[in-house]
């Protein structure tokens, strides 16, 4: 074993908001830091240890090639020692591509190609037939064996079903040499000029050679170069007819059928793959949905009237050459543009959608005449998806596409390949239908393969099927058995996603690397947890070093080191507090040891909420795995909806619950998966939904834009005297477009100094010293502060500095209240963590108004979130549900589960196993269950609960 440095050494950090601290991480170790969100860890992980690993990996590269791959900035640290290779695992990783499949990432499906195109047995798509191939000798033998003495013909198939005449095909082939061709099963002698009918289908098969079948060595070597020739001109098939039958017999040296002579041909891993032209469903171009043009988006309302705009990508009547079009088309079938579009003749509708050419005559009856009209017409339906398969500019395809609905696609059926590439089987199942599979069933179809290969098949399938097996343990092994192979990588979690490159990493089985991952619980329930905790010590045991970033409990208690930095977020923050064993973190009076220890906890709320008596029923829920469910969600409470990861959660509330109320509410467009019916929408004012993707990622986007409340800031300091007087509208005040800003660093307050070989360096603009504004724009102050003083105050001192302005007042004062106090109004979006961007988003939804009736749904919301941080947000989703809305939490947090008024649990298991409700009720009654895994570690969680409240009484 080489023998490396003890410890990896951190000397004098200071980035972003680390305070020069000194930090020693101990090697082959499974590392935790932990910390209120916002304090510094993300920044010690990633943009130090991180950033220094990758930019010495750079280094090492010629200095002709780091001026291609430009350099990196080296992170504000005095030095860094015992850095082995380092490896990232972050949350946004996963590829946006819709060809980009848990497959594809994780390499199972390139060994499912191979195992196909080596190992897969062919049938016909006609009869269903196994298909056979043969080599020439086989040929020769079989002919002989079953023609023995009788006379035949071979036949060399041409054309198969075409329509044609076909007379320079036959002149073609009577200058071959041959002098017979069997037409339609009519064999006729080529004569000069001859031509069949072109508007009927024809076979036509030439007749290389007629003999009659002996034993014998010249015999043999007639036929051998018969076989030779017939499968040169018939594309290596060949069929025998005995004279006096009607049925052929097929032979091919490609897979054929051998009753009706179809052939695919020789299939490699290409011939599976959904991103290859070989592969791909021409249709939907291995995509598995196509976008269809839905009538019921081009006519919206049938009450209304062409003129009226009853044709939405049309609008209002207006002179142009399509109304011209469709005064035309009125003419011709008996309407006009005032009759509304129910009462227009179904004729009439199918020409403005589809298009149509025809030539009519109207009598004049004012000059008494007959006057000739052309219809020409496109069709709207044929209109729109044309813009959409050939625009070039993407706001013409996203018009189209508010008219297209997205559908499976009806050729392949969503199974994205051609239909040759679904006749191939393993084990008789296609490449499909185990890409369809949970992978837990995938990993039971692999265990039982062998019993079912035979011979050759067996030998050749041995080692890929290895592959395939390891690779599928490690997917198990991080709690990912309800994912199936198809499912695509942009509807995964960041917690999916990255336990996925996780589950990649151990198969890669490295050594002596150092792995950091960056809260790799997102999304996991407890009952999985140690699965994961098991998969990063096994890392860890293989010789490498693993740190995480991570508020989990059991992390934090299973780890080998613990490093905990604080006391508080963001400017507060950035030291550390405390590091050591996880049995030490008691010495030390921190936040994270208070909550472990149980010092501090977040307190059961001693009475659950009634509600207001009314509730939401959504009744025969089918999408994904859901299993018919009908789910009440009581009004006026908190409402948390639990279970197994892939249980079916997202699907029920984000899948099919939000898309119908922002249907109903605010015209959403979403389709919501398959329900029966809805009842209790008229309870409820809006819905508000806030998920997980990331707030703006540019380093102008800060959370002053972010909230909007930069645009009422930027209005009041126009409305201040001097900016009237000078005449200063609100877009004065923006350091986006040109007028206020400064103008050497385009607003940016920093300026790039490309460096050739050497990372590019970032220095403060000398014209505005990094204020982003011009010294003109500067001179407008509000109570003795200009606009760039404005946007350098933290959250704090802002809800103070505007106290009289309610409408900046209201916004600032919901995002101190989500614990954000400390966050100044211009920092960089790219600068905040994930905790802290969640918040900043779930700030500006809640600072909208609520009505006091108003439904909110957050997903995950402790993503990122220390406990200090969960028990801040828990009493701000409290205060909303005493104003009488209801907030409904999709969680994993058992801090957060117990503080819930009604549980709604989805399980049993995730995928396959899931789609069911479990148990519902209050938390006191969920416990009682006994086949609900929340139910379990719920137990655990009010039972110390109650053992501090008699404590403490």
């Known amino acids: 074993m080489i023998n490396y440095e003890e410890n990896i050494e951190v000397r004098g950090a200071r980035v972003h908001n680390l305070k020069d601290i000194d930090v020693t991480i101990p090697r082959e170790k499974l590392v935790v830091i932990t910390g209120l969100s916002g304090s510094g860890k993300s920044s010690l992980a990633f943009d130090t240890i991180y950033a220094e690993g990758q930019r010495r990996y750079i280094e090492t590269f010629s200095a002709y090639a780091r001026q291609f791959l430009g350099g990196l900035e080296r992170p504000d640290v005095d030095k860094i020692d015992g850095l082995s290779p380092v490896i990232a695992i972050e949350q946004k990783t996963t590829s946006k591509s819709p060809r980009s499949t848990v497959g594809t990432i994780t390499e199972v499906y390139d060994f499912l190609r191979l195992l196909f195109a080596r190992a897969g047995d062919a049938y016909s798509y006609n009869t269903g037939e196994k298909m056979v191939s043969y080599s020439d000798d086989q040929i020769r033998d079989l002919i002989i064996e079953a023609y023995q003495d009788k006379k035949i013909n071979i036949l060399a198939p041409i054309i198969k079903s075409r329509k044609g005449h076909y007379r320079e095909l036959f002149e073609q082939i009577g200058k071959q040499g041959f002098v017979k061709v069997r037409v339609d099963g009519h064999v006729v002698d080529i004569t000069k000029g001859m031509k069949v009918d072109r508007y009927k289908t024809h076979d036509i098969e030439i007749v290389i050679d007629r003999l009659k079948v002996t034993i014998g060595e010249d015999f043999d070597k007639r036929l ?51 991103n290859s032209p070989k592969g791909m469903c021409p249709h939907c171009n291995g995509l598995g949905h196509v976008y269809e043009v839905n009538e019921d988006k081009i006519f919206p309302n049938r009450k209304l009237s062409i003129k009226t705009g009853g044709i939405a990508p049309l609008g209002e009547y207006k002179k142009s050459w399509a109304f011209k079009q469709l005064e035309t088309i009125a003419q011709r079938y008996k309407f006009d543009l005032e009759t509304t579009i129910d009462k227009i003749p179904a004729e009439g509708l199918e020409v403005i959608l589809n298009g149509g050419k025809e030539s009519f005559t109207v009598d004049s009856k004012t000059l008494g005449v007959k006057r000739e009209y052309r219809i020409d017409y496109e069709g709207i339906s044929n209109f729109i998806k044309n813009q959409f398969e050939e625009a070039n500019s993407t706001s013409i395809k996203r018009w189209a596409k508010e008219y297209m609905d997205k559908i499976i696609c009806p050729t392949c059926k969503g199974s994205r390949l ?75 979690s960041g917690g999916e996603a990255q336990r996925i490159r996780l589950a990649t990493q151990i198969g890669s089985q490295l050594v002596g690397v150092l792995y950091i ?100 029923v959504l009744s025969g829920c089918t999408g994904n795995n859901l299993k018919n469910v009908t789910a009440e969600f009581p009004l006026g409470k908190m409402i948390g909806v639990t279970g197994v990861s892939g249980s079916g959660k997202s699907t029920l509330i984000n899948e099919t619950l939000y898309p119908i109320m922002n249907a109903h509410y605010f015209n959403g467009v979403k389709k919501p998966m398959p329900y029966k019916k809805i009842k209790g929408l008229e309870h409820i004012d809006k819905v508000i939904d806030i998920n997980q993707s990331p707030i703006g990622r540019t380093p102008r986007s800060n959370p002053a834009t972010y909230t909007g409340v930069f645009s009422e800031i930027r209005s009041l300091f126009a409305k201040t005297t001097e900016a009237t007087i000078r005449g200063y509208k609100p877009g004065r005040f923006s350091f986006n477009v040109q007028g206020g800003r400064c103008e050497t660093c385009q607003g940016g307050g920093l300026k790039v100094i490309e460096m050739n070989f050497l990372p590019d360096v970032y220095v403060e603009c000398e014209t505005c010293n990094g204020k982003r504004f011009n010294r003109e724009t500067l001179e407008i102050r509000y109570k003795g502060k200009s606009i760039a003083d404005v946007l350098e105050m933290t959250m704090n001192e802002a809800v103070d500095f505007f106290e009289n302005i309610p409408k900046i007042h209201r916004k600032l004062k919901t995002i101190v209240n989500v614990g954000l106090g400390y966050i100044s109004l211009g920092q960089q979006s790219t600068t905040l963590s994930g905790g802290e961007a969640q918040r900043v988003k779930l700030a500006t939804e809640l600072s909208k108004r609520d009505t006091g009736n108003t439904f909110y749904i957050l997903d995950e919301p402790t993503t990122g979130l220390h406990f200090e941080d969960i028990r801040v947000l828990m009493d701000v989703l ?9 907030v409904l939490v999709i969680e994993h947090n058992m801090d957060v589960i117990k503080m819930v008024d009604h549980i709604i649990d989805i399980g049993y298991e995730g995928g396959r196993g899931g789609g069911m409700i479990v148990a519902k009720g209050t938390p006191e009654h969920v416990v009682k269950d006994t086949k609900s895994y929340t139910a379990r570690f719920l137990k655990k969680e009010l039972e110390a609960g109650q053992k501090e409240m008699t404590k403490v009484v």
Do not use: W
């Open 517 to 616: 991952l960056d809260e790799p619980s997102i999304g996991l329930h407890q009952r999985d947890n140690e699965r994961l905790i098991h998969s990063l010590a096994s890392l860890r045991d293989i010789g490498n070093s693993v740190i995480v970033v991570e508020h989990d409990r059991d992390m934090i208690e299973a780890a080998d080191h613990v490093i905990d930095i604080g006391p508080k977020a963001g400017k507060h923050g950035g030291r550390i507090i405390s590091e050591g064993p996880p049995s030490e973190l008691q010495d030390h009076s921190t936040l994270t040891a208070d909550y472990i220890s149980g010092e501090k906890q977040i307190k059961v709320p001693e009475k659950r909420r009634k509600g207001t008596g009314k509730k939401l």
């Open 418 to 492: 051609r239909k040759e590439s679904l006749y191939f089987k393993v084990g008789e199942k296609n490449i499909a239908d185990l890409a369809h599979m949970d992978i837990s069933e995938l990993a039971d179809f692999f265990d039982n393969l062998n019993a079912k290969l035979k011979g050759n098949q067996k030998k050749i399938a041995e080692e890929i099927v290895k592959e395939i097996r390891t690779r599928i343990r490690f997917l198990l092994d991080v709690g990912l058995d309800y994912l199936s192979l198809n499912r695509s990588s942009k509807s995964l």
């Open 878 to 886: 409290n205060q909303l549900v005493d104003k009488g809305n209801t």
């Open 224 to 274: 051998s170069e018969t076989i030779n020739t017939a499968m040169y001109s018939g594309n290596n098939v060949l069929m025998v007819l005995e004279e006096g039958e009607k049925v052929p017999r097929y032979f091919s040296r490609d897979l054929m059928c051998p009753s009706t002579g179809i052939s695919y041909p020789t299939p490699e891993p290409n011939t599976f793959s959904f």
